[in-house]
């Protein structure tokens, strides 16, 4: 009897002490939460207000997320006039925020506060101490396009770039010329057959450039051709619009030799890795440049004498013969208009890094949590930066270079800037002008009817419905 009334007490005081752990769980993690979704955004808030850095007060978890996205939903339900003023369109939350409180503002993701910044001695220190501001990498779906070199930092950045850069070289892309030239010459062929019949034909250009573009990265990585590199395109679309992770099952010729071989050189990179940044060359490497040849293209046929004067050049340096690295590197109205192209309609719209401790960018203290957005849309539209030309298409302005075509330096991104900049910027521009020149020497080519103005930012600035294009046979290679 005593000893049962014991082994009740027991009970009574274990039930007790786990109530009291779990109501103790609760107000921790109440209180975490509460600290979490309030008292440090609004901790964020008051610290860049007193700074006179503006934005939308804190109000709940979404932040302007759910106001960002309606208003961009909103703007894509119809085309915007054939102009090319389309900041106020591709971001009109931004274009909205700095309207109403200028160029030092912030806006709400989630619950941490992303601050803008235009101005270039700030830019630069952020490109520079790449080690403070670092990528975001808390968002699945970014995780899942930015994989290999692109979403790593620290010593397996270097270590990585370090392994990767040589490929890149000047020299070594001289050997991907032939890859290049086949995938343009493939895709210039098939329109040439519809343009036969007819001298003219209406083609949807962003499908083709696509595709050419895939076939480039097949070809230079993996000497394949686009027809085996299909399936893995198919698959890394797949993981992107769904969020599956399905490179595991992806074939890529030779990875099971190349992990023997990477495991037995012990060059610094697992098979897991090699994989990652096949996977990402993939996405890096052809999306952004098929995007660069679109707006080239719908440019060119919007503005006929830049296309006769880049058609000159064209036929110019090269006559009758095929492209070849010293032609292609001394093409200079073609290289103007291609910096024009992705100063007004870059393929990667903004850069966005996280502030991981509290940080000073010149006077302005970043308090640990924010975030910083490096908006090259608009910064390559600053009236201060570039003149009250600029949001017109005048490619003469780099008539004398990069630096000459604006008033200071870090105000052209398109391809970011510092030790991070695109390790690919000089493949892209070789391989765009390849295609342009193999484009222009065979077609002229105006804007059809049917084309309907609608650039949207969805990971790269593409034409939502396409590049309807008329093509009309013009002479031979
Ligand atoms: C017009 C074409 C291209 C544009 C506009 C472009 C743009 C960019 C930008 C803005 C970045 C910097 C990202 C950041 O700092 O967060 C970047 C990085 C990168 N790009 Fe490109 N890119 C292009 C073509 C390519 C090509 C053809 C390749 C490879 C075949 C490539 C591979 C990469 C890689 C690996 C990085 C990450 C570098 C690092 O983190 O060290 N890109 N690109």
Known sequence: MLKQKSMEADLVIIRDLL????????????????????????RLERCLKQQGVKGNPYRSLSGDMKHMFGMDRQTRTRPMPLSDDIEPYVTPFLHQLLTKYGKNSFMWIGPRPRVTVMEPDKIREIFTKFADYQKVHNNPLVKLVVSGIAGLEGDRWSKHRKIINPAFHQDKLKNMLPAFYQSCSDMISKWEKMVSTEGCSEIDAWPNLVDMTREVISRAAFGSSFEEGRRIFNL????????????????????????????????????????????????????????????????????????????????????????????????????????????????????????????????LLLPAGAEVLVPMLQIHRDKELWGDDAHEFKPERFAEGVSKATKCQMTFLPFGWGPRICIGQNFAMMEAKMAMSMILKRFWFELSPAYAHSPCSFVTLRPQHGAQIILHKFGTD
Not at 24 to 42: E, H, M, Q, S
């Open 19 to 42: 109530c009291f752990l779990v109501v103790g769980l609760l107000v921790i993690w109440g209180w975490r939460v509460l600290n979490w979704a309030w008292l440090t955004p609004k």
């Open 236 to 363: 890394l679309d797949n993981q992107i619009n769904l969020g599956i992770k399905v490179l595991q099952s992806v074939y890529i010729p030779g990875w099971r030799e190349m992990e023997a071989n990477a495991d037995r050189k012990n060059m610094g990179m697992s098979i897991d890795d090699v994989i990652e940044e096949c996977k990402l060359f993939y996405i890096a490497g052809q999306e952004t440049t098929s995007v660069l040849l679109v707006w080239t293209m719908i440019l060119l046929a919007r503005y006929p004498d830049w296309q006769t004067k880049a058609r000159d050049e064209v036929l110019h340096v090269f006559g009758d013969n095929k492209p070849d690295a010293d032609g292609l590197n001394g093409l200079k109205v073609v290289t103007m208009i291609l910096y024009e192209v992705l100063r007004l309609y870059p393929p990667v719209v903004e850069l966005v890094r996280s502030v991981p401790k509290d940080l000073e960018l010149e006077k």
